[in-house]
Each structure stands twice: as structure tokens, then as C-alpha cells.
């Protein structure tokens, strides 16, 4: 037996407390990266949720994502063990994300570079997008 769980543990585990984002966390731990676009308004939002923030609407549909963005801001933080990159990525899509920058050199970042979404599997079991430079 392991205690790291895995994906299933963790999708069950986030779909417990918000079951409407569990299309989100499948598709990551399925290697996709996806988008909730609003049935109503059709736009796009960041983060996942059931309810559109731009139009109040309560019907959502998953659809394939880019992967692909710029950087917005970014901060790195480099009092950590090991320093990591911080940063809004913009995505292609419109919506503005929080998240790290990895596989990189952190004294190469800047704003408006472009990257591309990099999934990572976190000892939680989840895997998360991260964006790494194009």
C-alpha cells in the first residue's frame, strides 16, 4: 500500500466538496487541459466553476483549451528552497490565470512571453497546470 494518492483519490476527493469541476480535474489527469465556457454568454473563465462570473449563468460546457498564453506577471520568489517562478498567464482563450512557470530559467522570464500549459502531477495526487516557456 502507498500513501501517495492517486489521481482517482484525488478527483473523488475535489468532486466531494465541488462536484462541478470534476470534468476539470479528469481531463487534467488525463493529460487535457480544458476551459468552462458559459452556454449563455459563450465566453470563456478562469477558475473553474459552475456558475459564469460574467453573466451569471448557471450552464457551463468543457471544452479543449490552447495550452497556450503569455505572461501577465511574474514574480519569483527566490528566498524559497528551491526558488520558484509565481506568475498571471494570460491565456489564449482570454482568461487570466494564477500559476507557476517551471522547466526554466527564472532569470529569463518576462512579461508578455510566451508559454505553453505543462500538467504536473503534485504528491496530492492531482495534477495541476503549470506553463513552462515556449
Request: hydrophobic fraction near 40%.
Amino acid at each position: 500500500m502507498t500513501d501517495t494518492p492517486t489521481a482517482a483519490d484525488a478527483i473523488a476527493a475535489q468532486a466531494a466538496s465541488h462536484p462541478e469541476i470534476r470534468p476539470f480535474w479528469q481531463a487534467a489527469a488525463e493529460g487535457r487541459f480544458v476551459l468552462a465556457f458559459c452556454t449563455a454568454c459563450g465566453k470563456p473563465h478562469w477558475y473553474p466553476r459552475a456558475i459564469c462570473p460574467l453573466c451569471g449563468h448557471g450552464g457551463i460546457e468543457w471544452r479543449p483549451a490552447s495550452g497556450r498564453g503569455t505572461i501577465y506577471s511574474v514574480s519569483v520568489l527566490r528566498r524559497a528552497n528551491p526558488p520558484y517562478a509565481l506568475a498571471y498567464v494570460t491565456l489564449e482563450e482570454g482568461p487570466t490565470m494564477m500559476t507557476n512557470i517551471v522547466d526554466c530559467d527564472l532569470d529569463e522570464l518576462a512579461i508578455g512571453q510566451p508559454v505553453k500549459v505543462a500538467l504536473r502531477r503534485q504528491s496530492t495526487g492531482l495534477t495541476v497546470p503549470m506553463f513552462t516557456p515556449q
